[in-house]
């Protein structure tokens, strides 16, 4: 991740992040620096086939949820890609490993809905 070069106003992340508790002081920002920049580069090489899609969707939810202006459309898109992960994860790992987080991440599209962007209210 040292070797990125990413415009000043886009924010930082540590220099050095290791597993586990580097990432335990991590921001809100900076997890969406870290998903929307360095994930799927730095991660990519290192996961199974179903974990790919996984972070293929996640990292398709950040990009369009952390928006400043969220259109409709893409609003319906990346609810429907929650949903998605949601089932791939239990088809491949268990009904337990669907934690309360992932059902409160599905009513993410109504909170958009009623209250506008998360960007703007979060």
């Not at 929307?36 to 730095?42: E, K, P, R």
């Not at 009904?95 to 992932?102: E, G, H, V, W």
Request: aromatic fraction near 14%; glycine fraction near 6%.
């Amino acid at each position: 991740m040292n070797q990125f070069q990413v415009p000043a106003n886009i924010g930082r992340i540590p220099g050095k992040v290791e597993c586990g508790e580097g990432f335990a002081n991590f921001t809100a920002d900076q997890w969406r620096i870290f998903f929307n920049i360095y994930a799927t580069v730095s991660l990519w090489k290192h996961l199974p086939g179903v974990d790919k899609k996984i972070l293929t969707h996640f990292v398709r939810i950040c990009s369009i949820l952390v928006g400043q202006i969220v259109q409709s459309n893409l609003m319906d898109e990346a609810h429907q890609k929650l949903v998605e992960i949601v089932k791939i994860i239990e088809q491949n790992y268990g009904r337990d490993m669907i934690t309360p987080n992932f059902h409160l991440s599905l009513h993410l599209y109504e909170c958009a809905k009623d209250f506008g962007s998360l960007y703007a209210f979060w």
